[in-house]
């Protein structure tokens, strides 16, 4: 998994476990931001990246799921793991789970 890839990952991982983080117009936001996201998940992880910066509680949040998912990497990497499958990941669609994790995890507020 990319660091952009990871990057995505760790947002929509907030989005969904930190819901109370946002307020109603960090959802308005993000709902705007959903509706012109490019495919490129590099240009997505950056645009999410200049976003959440300016948030000091949500840029925490992302900071440390990002920490654990880049650890468990690691450990995958080290150790190797027979229960992962490198091939299942390249095949997300990370654009596509991002807007889903905004328009569910908003709504629910």
């Known amino acids: 998994m990319s660091f952009h890839e990871q990057n995505i990952a760790a947002f929509i991982e907030v989005l969904k476990t930190k ?3 946002f307020s109603p117009q960090d959802w308005a936001i993000l709902d705007k931001l959903a509706a012109s996201l490019p495919e490129d998940e590099e240009k997505i992880s950056e645009i999410i990246a200049t976003w959440y910066e300016k948030r000091p509680k949500i840029l925490d949040a992302q900071l440390d799921i990002l920490n654990t998912l880049l650890n468990n990497e690691l450990n995958v990497n080290r150790f190797g793991s027979t229960l992962t499958s ?7 669609d990370y654009r596509a789970e991002l807007i889903n994790a905004i328009k569910t995890s ?4």
């Open 86 to 92: 490198g091939n299942a990941e390249a095949d997300i």
């Open 19 to 21: 819901r109370s983080l």
């Open 106 to 109: 908003g709504k629910s507020m």
